[in-house]
């Protein structure tokens, strides 16, 4: 009687099993496809960003006008933000089509440690747009204390009178020759920015001389390849040696200009964006000390506006010098709404006491098709304040 019971019991138990196991794989859900010409396939999610880092995947649909990547901060439990939380541009856009490959490389030392989703975004006709999202990616370019290694201090046993001695070790002579020993694979470039093309590559660990800094206040290294040719390199991406302080500055070459996109013989869209009323953060502009612009965007036109760029140029107002240069993002606008765009940050170190004029331009690659761009840039014109500039 009590075999019959306990085989019983063992029979319900295995049915119980097996019904909770089908009912499982019933709630799987369904994988959403991947489109192979629009997705991001590197970097995946949950991956940790530092330093210039290269995105891959494939921007090729038959349609494309261009392609930009954009990124935004999510909430603290990671969730996404909400809809008026703007994007921030990664990249400028491109026309050219990719198919798993090269999309762009980010510049993560430009946006403050944390956790953000990465989006690929299409400008499709018509201002139509397409996207791919990312998400969550955490970028860590100032690791914290405990995720530092302490380096172990060893000690050998002299067995004189059964005391402890430390051991002893040579102090190196120090070397001053300046020099930048890349962290991980990196970038050389023509300028001192990432809106310069790439023409050379350093290997994680190669060691190379600095010949010079930038006079812009970039940071960036002038440095000298094995084959004799010189280039510039983000401070975020080496390690550097020996004593620059007799390094010289050294202007960097101008900026390249956009190639302009030609316009629609026949625009369907009825879009014009204004740019309106500015001010600073602070609002007086210090020598080496970031200040944030915002301005006003206004959409005049009949048609919804897409997500696009404002670009910042700093010039020296004596001789009309480039100074710096930044890039800030504008979202969708609806007609006949105004909204105010910011923070845009930039950092100035250069001829502080004179006149500076910022030139603050919407869509500066002539990605949005408008009825008027004479009104998409304003002028601001500002004094440096020295500050603790030497």
């Known amino acids: 009687m009590y075999r019959s019971k306990l085989v019983f019991l063992l029979a319900v138990m295995m049915l119980l099993a097996l019904a909770v196991t089908v009912q499982a794989q019933e709630l799987q859900p369904t994988p959403t496809p991947v ?43 990671l969730t996404p933000a909400d809809a008026d939380v703007p994007w921030f541009p990664a990249t400028v856009p ?12 980010w510049d993560t ?61 040579a102090t190196p002579t120090f070397d001053p020759t300046p020099r930048a020993t890349a962290r991980l694979n990196a970038n050389v470039r023509r300028g001192d920015s990432v809106i310069y093309e790439a023409f050379a590559g350093l290997q994680s660990g190669q060691t190379v001389p600095i010949v010079g800094r930038s006079s812009l206040g970039s940071g960036w290294f002038l ?17 550097v040696t020996g004593d620059i302080s007799g390094v010289p500055f050294v202007e960097p070459p101008p900026p390249p200009t956009p190639t302009p996109i030609p316009a629609t013989p026949t625009p369907t869209a009825t879009v014009n964006l204004v740019a309106g009323n500015f001010r600073f953060d602070p609002t007086t502009p210090t020598c080496a000390q970031t200040f ?33 240069n930044t890039l800030g993002a504008v979202p969708s606008i609806n007609p006949g709404q105004t909204v105010n765009v910011g923070p845009i940050p930039i950092t100035i170190s250069t001829f502080y006491n004179e006149q500076h004029r910022l030139v603050i331009s919407i869509d500066p690659g002539n990605q949005i098709i408008e009825t008027n761009k004479s009104d998409n840039s304003i002028n601001a014109l500002y004094t440096l304040a020295k500050g603790s500039c030497p």
């Open 94 to 105: 491109q026309q050219q089509a990719v198919q798993d490959d090269v999309l762009g490389v």
């Open 292 to 324: 944030n612009i915002y301005l006003d965007v206004a959409n005049f036109g009949t048609t919804v506006s897409p997500s696009g760029l404002i670009s910042v140029q700093d010039f020296r107002a004596a001789d009309n010098t480039l100074q710096g």
């Open 109 to 169: 030392t430009t946006v403050e440690d944390g956790v953000y989703e990465l989006r690929l975004t299409f400008n499709l006709p018509n201002n139509q747009q397409q996207y791919f999202v990312v998400s969550p990616l955490r970028i860590e370019n100032n690791p914290p204390p405990f995720a530092v290694t302490p380096t172990a201090v060893t000690t050998q046993v002299v067995p004189t009178q059964g005391v402890v001695q430390p051991q002893v070790t």
């Open 35 to 77: 489109d192979p010409n629009a997705n991001i396939s590197w970097p995946p999610p949950v991956y940790v960003l530092r330093g210039e880092f290269t995105m891959r995947g494939s921007a090729n649909l038959p349609n494309m006008v261009s392609y930009f990547l954009e990124f935004r901060p999510l909430n603290p439990d």
């Open 223 to 239: 440095i000298q390849l094995p084959d004799g040719r010189q280039g510039w390199v983000s401070p975020s991406v080496v390690d």
